[in-house]
């Protein structure tokens, strides 16, 4: 069977980013914000890529985060990136995860993850929220210095790994996660979280799986085998 290689997202797939949301009411007076924050996160990781630029996935952050006091006319203390900072490498496990991924490999699945986010001094966001021992290999960005969907990370994953990009499914809770993962030939596989959904678009490639969370698609992939 393939795909018995899962490749988990970690932001928003596994913690939970909302988690963050009190420190953008906070300094912005407005919570929503956090979502504004997010996506120009992600859509200047994009860029730096594109672009053949790099700096790492935390920095990038509090780099996003200044640049919206400075649209929102917000004064940031250096107290105030500290702690959404913090917060980043904190944020809490989903209440599904440990008992999903706990299934996923009794069910004999290889867990491993795949982030944006930097393996710098100190412990890990998936060992702060109680999850690494979950996983045999934690992978991130920064070896290759490009950001998520650049298909050379998926393709680097199969080969550290020693299988084929076909026996990788990504698990992602953000279509541009999954498309570029199936354009590297991995199965894809969505997971719901809130303020998440498939992209219908000519052209796109659609997951083979979409779970609203890791005990729904524990039992969609029970189904396959």
């Known amino acids: 069977m393939t795909g018995r290689v899962l490749v988990f997202d970690v932001n928003e797939t596994l913690i939970d980013l909302e988690s963050l949301r009190p420190h953008f009411e906070r300094v912005f007076s407005d919570p929503h914000v956090l979502r504004e924050w997010f996506g120009q996160l992600v859509m200047h990781s994009m860029a730096v890529t594109l672009s053949g630029t790099y700096t790492d996935f935390f920095a990038l952050g509090q780099g996003v985060l200044r640049m919206l006091a400075d649209i929102h006319d917000v004064t940031l203390s250096d107290d105030d ?18 008992e999903g991924l706990q299934r996923l490999r009794d069910n004999g699945y290889r867990l491993v993850t795949l982030t944006n986010s930097p393996h710098s001094e100190g412990a890990t966001p998936l060992e702060n929220a109680g999850l690494a021992g979950y996983f045999e290999r934690q992978f991130t960005v920064g070896e290759h210095r490009v950001f998520k969907p650049s298909t050379t990370l998926y393709t680097h994953v199969a080969s550290a790994l020693g299988v084929e990009p076909g026996q990788c499914t990504m698990v992602a809770s953000h279509t541009w996660d999954l498309i570029g993962a199936q354009s590297a030939g991995y199965r894809g596989a969505l997971i719901t979280r809130p303020g998440n959904a498939a992209l219908p678009a000519p052209g796109i490639p659609q997951p083979d799986l979409i779970a609203a969370d890791l005990l729904q698609l524990n039992d969609f992939l029970k189904r396959e085998s």
């Open 81 to 98: 990136v500290r702690a959404i900072a913090e917060g980043m490498r904190t944020m809490p496990a989903y209440p599904d995860v440990e």
